[in-house]
Nanobody, 129 residues
């Protein structure tokens, strides 16, 4: 059974830092783009960051570019999101996800929820003073 298990997150004051982790288990082929999405109350789930299997291609939403860093460890089939200079607007449930298809992907494809077939359970990140 393939599953993605998340950890990390929590609560922090504005300007603080948090990280979230996602470890995938149960799959033999791992060369997929991995992404982080987030969903705030009353809003749609949005793409935050994506990373290719090699790590050579990374995408960041404009709202987090320069503050968040996505990385991965292919020996563990894990993906991470380091979040710095957090703002109240970053408050959301964060989800890791694996793209359905191996190989490359453009940013339009990366944004489409239906192109992902494996999701983590979600992790709450709260930024509040």
């Amino acid at each position: 059974q393939v599953q993605a298990v998340q950890s990390g997150g929590g609560s922090v004051t504005p300007g603080g830092s948090l990280n979230v982790s996602c470890v995938v288990s149960g799959r033999t082929y791992t060369r997929y783009f991995m992404s982080w999405f987030r969903q705030a109350p009353g809003k749609e789930r949005e793409l935050v960051a994506s990373i290719s299997w090699s790590g050579d291609s990374r995408y960041y939403a404009d709202s987090v570019n320069g503050r968040f860093t996505i990385s991965r460890d292919n020996t563990k089939d894990a993906v991470y999101l380091q979040m710095n200079h957090l703002e109240p607007e970053d408050t959301a449930v964060y989800y890791c996800a694996s793209l359905r298809y191996p190989g490359g992907a453009d940013t339009d494809a990366l944004r489409r929820l239906e192109y992902y077939d494996l999701w983590g359970q979600g992790t709450q990140v709260t930024v509040s003073s």
